[in-house]
């Protein structure tokens, strides 16, 4: 059975860093792609970080490529989010998601087999 637990989220400073973590069960990252989506208030699910091995590495969108840093634990089964230089507009619940990987990165929600719940980031002005 797979199986994703976000956590790791909290109250930071804008300016600040937070370390989100992914512990997964059920499958291998040699071939499951893993990404991080975030939620905002009133705002649609978008995909942020990705990592395939199939795909060919790591994928980061615009608004997060050179502060955000995602990466793998194999012998923990865990996946992070490094977050620096956080800004209020990076406020959001976070989620991780798994699926089969192909050699192109899913960016879209409907995409993602496997859900972990969300963890709460929030950022402060």
């Known amino acids: 059975e797979v199986q994703l637990q976000a956590s790791g989220g909290g109250l930071v400073q804008a300016g600040g860093s937070l370390t989100l973590s992914c512990a997964t069960s059920g499958f291998t990252f040699d071939d499951h792609e893993i990404a991080w989506f975030r939620q905002a208030p009133g705002k649609q699910r978008e995909g942020i970080s990705f990592l395939s091995k199939s795909a060919g590495g790591t994928y980061y969108i615009d608004s997060v490529k050179g502060r955000f840093t995602i990466s793998s634990n194999d012998a923990k089964n865990a996946v992070n989010l490094q977050m620096n230089s956080l800004n209020p507009e990076d406020t959001a619940v976070y989620y991780c998601?798994?699926?089969?990987?192909?050699?192109?990165?899913?960016?879209?929600?409907?995409?993602?087999?496997?859900w972990g719940q969300g963890t709460k980031v929030t950022v402060s002005a």
């Open positions: 998601a798994a699926r089969p990987g192909t050699r192109d990165f899913a960016l879209f929600p409907y995409e993602y087999n496997y």
